[in-house]
């Protein structure tokens, strides 16, 4: 069993950055491929970027270049540097951990998530 927590969501301005982490708990961190996923109101979520086992990552065209999917596997915790945020940005975003040794973009394949923090990009 993985728990996950999110950290980090706000209200900026566009062109600023901000930093999600996700806390995660139980044995095998290490393992977990580990997603960042967004919800926009109104609409499906969808894929923003992941990050396996070894630390090999993916990014969605709207975001590849601005934001960074890292983890650091003594602290349990994986991060989403997004920089140059813009207001489509603006979404409830989610942390989520497959099953160990995989990797999707698809969030069907995410067994465990945490419960969201909003991002708000607005002037």
């Known amino acids: 069993q993985v728990q996950l927590v999110e950290s980090g969501g706000g209200l900026v301005q566009p062109g600023d950055s901000l930093r999600l982490s996700c806390a995660a708990s139980?044995?095998?961190?290490?393992?977990?491929?580990m997603g960042w996923f967004r919800q926009a109101s109104g609409k499906e979520r969808e894929f923003v970027a992941r990050?396996?086992?070894?630390?090999?990552?993916y990014y969605a065209d709207s975001v590849k270049g601005r934001f960074t999917i890292s983890r650091d596997n003594a602290k349990n915790t994986v991060y989403l540097q997004m920089n140059s945020l813009k207001p489509e940005d603006t979404a409830v975003y989610y942390c989520a951990a497959t099953r160990p040794y995989g990797d999707s973009v698809r969030p069907r394949d995410y067994d465990y998530w945490g419960q969201g923090t909003q991002v708000t990009v607005s002037s």
């Open positions: 990050i396996n086992y070894i630390g090999g990552t």
């Open positions: 139980g044995r095998a961190f290490s393992t977990y491929g």
